[in-house]
């Protein structure tokens, strides 16, 4: 676990936000937005001030990853255009949390990028309509779509093929992996939810997703950057 003070604000936002919208059922007031906005929010706040293991510029890229992440939350309800605007915020998030590993990558996963590939392709078709209509909204659809497969194929990458000083199959990479994993799936059924495909428990599926995925990508950040400081420490004593 990342820290327990990052951990039970957020999962006890989280119940809450369950709870004051009956199971993630979305309504039309001021307050779902409010709700569903705050647990990344705060855990933005809290991963700044708190920094949980975090220093320097990781522990601003986790917070300002996770701030437009909930500014893509608070669009998304909030805004007539929110699947265009919050992939805006969303995209800008994971430039910051491609910053805090992209670098560590020394080789991709070839089966990663086909499926990266091949889903991107099928995002395509499905945004068609919307680039039709909008060539600017499409492109925003579509940069959003490819820095996520980024985010998927890097973050496989590294927990297949290890990073630099680092063997493969690490569970900090593991645990982004599976982040980005839920992401991508969470983001997948938001998109075949707008074009019109029907998802049995949707609303629950995609926020329940969104929420672990983000909690998960903040714990490997962390479980990451204590592990390179350790290995600095040995590597000083030495």
Known sequence: MASPLLACPYFA????????????????????????????LILSVLCYLIGAGLRG???????????????????????????????????IGHI?????????????????TLFACISGSLIVCGVAPIVADNRINGL?????????????????????????????????NLLR????????????????????FRIPFAEKLILLSYFLAQY????ATCMTHRICAERHLANRLR
């Not at 522990?59 to 805006?88: K, N, P, Q, S, V």
């Not at 910051?96 to 990663?112: E, G, K, M, P």
């Not at 980005?180 to 074009?195: A, E, K, N, P, R």
Request: hydrophobic share 45%; with cysteine; charged share 15%.
């Open 96 to 112: 910051f949390y491609l910053l805090t590993f992209a670098h560590r990558v020394r080789q991709l996963h070839y089966t990663l």
């Open 140 to 172: 925003i659809v579509l940069t959003y779509s490819f820095l996520l497969s980024m985010c998927l194929v890097l973050s496989g990458s590294l927990y297949f093929h290890g990073a630099r000083n680092e063997p493969p199959h690490q569970l900090n």
């Open 57 to 91: 510029r990781e522990r601003a890229y986790t917070a300002l990853g996770l701030l437009f992440g909930a500014f893509g939350d608070y669009l998304i309800c909030r805004t007539e255009d929110g699947l265009i605007t919050g992939a805006t915020a969303f995209g």
């Open 13 to 40: 936002l989280i119940a809450l936000f369950y709870r004051q919208s009956d199971g993630f059922i979305q309504k039309y007031d001021n307050s779902y937005e409010y709700w569903k906005t705050l647990p990344v």
């Open 216 to 219: 998960l990508i903040v714990w």
């Open 177 to 196: 992996f599976i982040g980005f994993s839920l992401f991508y799936g969470s983001d997948t059924m938001l998109v075949l939810q707008h074009i019109g």
